[in-house]
């Protein structure tokens, strides 16, 4: 049986013995942004629904100098929360052409990468096969900088849509 946001608003006013919808504390809006916090907040990691696992594809080249890519400029929203540890990048074998798959070690520290890195070197940056990235906020950090196009690929989960109408269904 499905059930809808009204349904979820009801038990939690029953739950919190807050029957009237009219009592400030717990009016529609107030219950529902409550159950919209803990669906983006809380339930993303402690349930993992296998439909919200999906890749994060981008491609990184030789036109950027700093190896510093934003979410807008690789194409990425905000709906991916919980990224892997590692990515894998492609590397095109100049033989045959074909492509092969690289781990690419993922960092969420900026304090550590940029120990290894260094940090204020854009100067001395030399292109290369990237072997690092950093995912801080919203930008990826990648070095050493790419000497040619790459295709990046970044496996995680994604974040619920929030809940706007009592007539939703719930996912489950």
Do not use: C, H
Not at 15 to 27: C, K, T, V, Y
Not at 41 to 56: A, I, R
Not at 107 to 116: L, N, R
């Amino acid at each position: 049986m499905a059930r809808t946001v009204d349904d979820v608003l009801r038990i939690m006013r029953l739950a919190l013995g807050r029957r009237n919808e009219n009592d400030p504390d717990s009016s529609d809006d107030i219950f529902l942004r409550y159950l919209n916090d803990f669906v983006s907040l809380s339930m993303s990691d402690d349930v993992k629904l296998f439909e919200q696992f999906g890749t994060l594809s981008f491609t990184i080249d030789e036109s950027n100098t700093t190896g510093v890519y934003t979410f807008n400029d690789v194409g990425a929203t905000d709906d991916f929360v919980n990224l892997s540890q590692e990515a894998f990048i492609s590397l095109l074998d100049p033989i045959d052409n074909s492509v092969s798959w690289n781990v690419l070690p993922i960092y969420q520290d900026p304090g550590e990468f940029f120990s290894i890195w260094g940090i204020n070197n854009d100067e001395i940056l030399i292109p290369g096969y990237p072997t690092a990235m950093l995912y801080y906020g919203r930008e990826f950090t990648f070095r050493t900088i790419p000497q040619t196009s790459y295709l990046i690929k970044i496996y995680g989960y994604k974040k619920l849509p929030d809940y706007e109408d009592q007539n939703d269904e719930i996912q489950t």
